[in-house]
Structure formats: C-alpha cells, structure tokens
Nanobody, 124 residues
Framework: QVKLVESGGGSVQAGGSLRLSCGGDREYIYNRNCMAWFRQAPGKEREVVATIYTSGGHTIYADSVRGRFTISHDDAESTVHLQMTSLKPEDTAVYYC????????????????WGQGTQVTVSS
C-alpha cells in the first residue's frame, strides 16, 4: 500500500523547535508535483501549513507560521521536511504530510496521498 510516513513529532515547550520529516515510495511521489504539511488541532478544521513545489522549490506558508516554519524538499531522497521554530501552544496539532498535484488556478497543492499523521504538542 502506498503511503507516506512522518517522523519527528513530539512534545516541546513554547519557544522550542521541532523538525518533521516525511518520506515515501519514490515511484509514487515522482508522479506528484507538490508536497505539503497540513495540521488539525482538536475541534478545528484541518488546515494547510506549508507547501512546496517539488520542481523549482516554490514555497507557500500559512500566515500563522510564516517566518517560523520552513518547508524543504530533498528530491534525491523523496523526502520533505518541516522545520518548526518559535513554537507556540496554538501550534499543537496532528501534522500530516501530503503529496499531490498543483491546481493551476491558485497554485494550491491538492493532496491525493496522505501520511498517517504525527502529534506535535507545545506546552506553555
């Protein structure tokens, strides 16, 4: 079964840092042209946090994380990373890695491959 696998979640105090990583079968990721990280906090809707175009490296960030989070892609390893710094309690959520296709109108990454999620907990 094709899947993405995340790692790097955990618990950290406010102001701390975490680095999430995600990898999968290169044969399937190769057919997608974007990867992204979504998150879902308890009682809230899932939201996109950061997106990267796998060709060219263009990045898009949610306003809530811009300047604190950095998404990167390692083409050789077919992995995507999310470096999170200056973490806040409101960043607490399950973080999901996705791979997908860029929608021409708007440029958003439409996921069609999801990871199982990794928990990030930030305490005050």
């Amino acid at each position: 079964q094709v899947k993405l696998v995340e790692s790097g979640g955990g618990s950290v105090q406010a102001g701390g840092s975490l680095r999430l990583s995600c990898g999968g079968d290169r044969e399937y990721i190769y057919n997608r042209n974007c990867m992204a990280w979504f998150r879902q906090a308890p009682g809230k809707e899932r939201e996109v946090v950061a997106t990267i175009y796998t060709s060219g490296g263009h990045t898009i960030y949610a306003d809530s994380v811009r300047g604190r989070f950095t998404i990167s892609h390692d083409d050789a390893e077919s992995t995507v990373h999310l470096q999170m710094t200056s973490l806040k309690p409101e960043d607490t959520a399950v973080y999901y890695c996705v791979a997908g296709l860029i929608r021409p109108a708007g440029g958003v990454c439409i996921p069609n491959l999801w990871g199982q999620g990794t928990q990030v907990t930030v305490s005050s």
